[in-house]
C-alpha cells in the first residue's frame, strides 16, 4: 500500500474510533498494520475485487485464562473484550453487543455505527474483523 493509502485508512479509523493514536504502516502491495501509539494491534490486508476496493482488518484479543475452547460468547466474555478492544484501540466509545440468535460471535459498534464482528477462534482466542469500503474513506486525508 502507498503512503497515501496508509494516510487515508489511519485518519479514517481515528477519526471512527475517536484515537488519535491510530496509524497505518504498509507492510507490502496488499498488507498493512494497525498501530496504536506506535504499537502493532492489527494486521489489515487490501481487497481489489471486479474493481471494487475494500480493507480488513484482524485484531486477535487472548483468551482469558482458563477458558475453554468453542465456549459462547456470553454477557462476561462481552464484557471482558469490550474492555480489551477499548484499551487496545483507545476507542472509549466501542461497544461489543449480543447478535441476535448467535452465542459464537458479537458485534462491534462505535456510538451507533457497526464497525464489525468478534468471532471465537480456537488457536488464538477471539478475533475482531473491521471492514472498511472504499467509499468510507471518501473525504479523508
Do not use: W
Not at 485508512?9 to 507492510?27: M, N
Not at 496504536?36 to 482488518?57: F, M, N, P, T, W
Not at 458479537?106 to 451507533?112: G, N
Amino acid at each position: 500500500m502507498n503512503a497515501a493509502e496508509c494516510t487515508r485508512l489511519g485518519a479514517y479509523l481515528s477519526k471512527l474510533l475517536g484515537s488519535p493514536t491510530v496509524s497505518v504502516v504498509s507492510k507490502s502491495a496488499e498488507e498493512a498494520d494497525v498501530l496504536v501509539d506506535g504499537k502493532r494491534v492489527a494486521g489489515l490486508l487490501r481487497d481489489e475485487d471486479e474493481g471494487e476496493l475494500s480493507y480488513s482488518i484482524g485484531l486477535t484479543v487472548p483468551p482469558a485464562p482458563g477458558a475453554k475452547k468453542g465456549a459462547p460468547i456470553d454477557a462476561a466474555e462481552r464484557a471482558r473484550l469490550q474492555a480489551a478492544l477499548r484499551a487496545t484501540l483507545h476507542a472509549a466509545d466501542l461497544d461489543v453487543r449480543e447478535r441476535p440468535r448467535k452465542t459464537d460471535s458479537a458485534e462491534v459498534y462505535v456510538h451507533s455505527e457497526f464497525v464489525g464482528t468478534v468471532s471465537a477462534d480456537d488457536d488464538e482466542g477471539q478475533v475482531l474483523t473491521m471492514s472498511i469500503l472504499e467509499m468510507d474513506l471518501d473525504g479523508e486525508e
